[in-house]
C-alpha cells in the first residue's frame, strides 16, 4: 500500500507560481512511476505530468509544457510540481498517483493504482 498526501494549493494570480507537494509513505517507490492530474469543475481528471521514481524521466501533457516542472526528493518520499506562469485554465483539484506502469497515467481513463485526497489551486484573472 502506498499512501499519498498533497499540499501547497491555494488562490494565486494569472502569471503567479505555486509549488504542490505529495508525500508518499507506505513502501519503497523503487520501480513507481509517480505523476500529477487536475479535474476543473465540470471536467474529467487529467493528466499532467510524471516521473519515474528511481531514473528521474519525465513526460508532460502538452499544456503544461515550459511551464510546469515535475522532481522528486527520494529521500523524503516527496514528489514535487513548481507551476509557473499559471493561467486561468490551471484552476482546479490537483491529484497525485503512483503505480507500476507510465501508461497507468497517461492512457485515459487513467488507472493508477494510488492517488492522493487533492489540493485546490484556484488561478485568478
Known amino acids: 500500500q502506498v499512501q499519498l498526501v498533497e499540499s501547497g494549493g491555494g488562490l494565486v494570480q494569472a502569471g503567479g507560481s505555486l509549488r504542490l507537494s505529495c508525500a508518499a509513505s507506505?513502501?519503497?517507490?523503487?520501480?513507481?512511476?509517480m505523476g500529477w492530474f487536475r479535474q476543473a469543475p465540470g471536467k474529467e481528471r487529467e493528466f499532467v505530468a510524471a516521473?519515474?521514481?528511481?531514473?528521474?524521466?519525465?513526460v508532460y501533457a502538452d499544456p503544461v509544457k515550459g511551464r510546469f516542472t515535475i522532481s522528486r526528493a527520494k529521500a523524503e518520499n516527496t514528489m514535487y510540481l513548481q507551476m509557473n506562469r499559471l493561467k486561468p485554465d490551471d484552476t482546479g483539484v490537483y491529484y497525485c498517483?503512483?503505480?507500476?506502469?507510465?501508461?497507468?497515467?497517461?492512457?485515459?481513463?487513467?488507472?493508477?493504482?494510488?492517488w492522493g485526497q487533492g489540493t485546490q489551486v484556484t488561478v485568478s484573472s
Open positions: 498517483a503512483a503505480d507500476p506502469l507510465i501508461p497507468s497515467m497517461t492512457r485515459r481513463p487513467a488507472t493508477p493504482n494510488y
Open positions: 516521473i519515474r521514481w528511481s531514473g528521474g524521466s519525465t
Open positions: 507506505g513502501r519503497t517507490l523503487s520501480g513507481y512511476v
